[in-house]
């Protein structure tokens, strides 16, 4: 009787174990490397929980400050001493709250900065492309000072792996302004940054106008960037909410979008709640800087 041919199976169980030998070789890396995997998930997670403790708690600080100074105005025109008695207990509590956020807000910003590799003006971010959107509306006269430091406190710390673009709204001309250009973005090498520091010495000079928020936030979205950070000291010619629909809708959280309150940003209420809930829906935090 003929001897059947028998190299076939012994092929195909020589791909057995190779398939076999693979596939535990990747099981036993898989094992390996989940633990690292979930530290990862885990951290992300972590620093989206603080980002949005971080948005939460600045809201409630904006808050408290608010009542505080309405307890005292009540208290120093109240001439009955049981009323006047009663005001005095409301600022207390209203200061120690107060006090208490900002310690809270301290706390959160550390552990920000701890959690990502940069942060511009406490505001943390993975990102290494920017786009300013300056607000250059007349009112930023009063607060130009503040406007100039927080600009150069975002361009300090970058290097030439970091990429910058500006658009000033409002201005004397009345329309947007570029640098270095329209649609371009520029790697903060020290020539490069020399000549950015000159345009935004230059920027106060052309303040005057409204705030066409909209129109600058709309432009910013067309850049070839990962992040956006609006500043800005007053609300938006267009209604707030609508802007806030509008570029959430767009942006579909593609880019961050920080915010900073300028100068007296605490006064008005609706600016506040416009540069949180934008920053809020959009991956961002919100920010202020005042005198």
């Not at 930023?140 to 970058?158: G, H, N, Q, S, V």
């Amino acid at each position: 009787m003929r001897r059947p041919n028998r190299s076939l199976e012994v092929f195909s169980l020589s791909a057995l174990d190779l398939f076999a030998s693979a596939l535990g070789a990747f099981i036993i890396i898989s094992i390996m490397l989940f633990p690292y995997y979930g530290k990862k998930i885990k951290a992300e997670e972590t620093l989206q929980q603080l980002e949005e403790e971080l948005s939460l708690a600045r809201i409630d600080s904006v808050n408290a400050q608010r009542k505080a100074d309405k307890a005292i105005k009540k208290a120093a025109s109240s001439a009955d001493p049981v009323k006047l008695k009663k005001e005095q207990k409301k600022l207390k509590e209203a200061k120690a709250k107060l006090e208490k956020l900002k310690k809270r807000l301290a706390a959160l910003n550390k552990q920000a900065k701890r959690a990502v590799p940069f942060a511009l003006l406490g505001l943390p971010t993975k990102s290494n492309s920017f786009v300013l959107a300056v607000d250059m509306s007349g009112s930023m006269r009063d607060y130009t000072d503040i406007m100039l430091k927080a600009l150069f406190r975002i361009i300090e710390p970058l290097d030439s792996a970091s990429r910058i673009g500006i658009i000033g709204f409002g201005g004397k001309a009345g329309k947007l302004e570029f640098w270095p250009s329209e649609d371009r973005t520029s790697r903060m090498t020290n020539s490069n940054k020399s000549k950015l520091k000159q345009y935004i010495n230059n920027l106060p000079s052309r303040f005057g106008g409204g705030t066409p928020t909209l129109s600058a936030l709309q432009k910013a979205l067309t850049y070839d960037v990962k992040s956006i950070v609006l500043l800005s000291d007053g609300r938006p010619r267009t209604p707030w909410k609508s802007i806030v629909d509008e570029i959430s809708l767009n942006n579909k959280r593609t880019k961050e979008i920080h915010t900073v309150g300028i100068g007296d940003y605490v006064q008005d209420r609706a600016l506040v709640e416009f540069l949180n809930m934008l920053a809020i829906k959009n991956k961002g935090n919100f920010v202020g800087m005042a005198r």
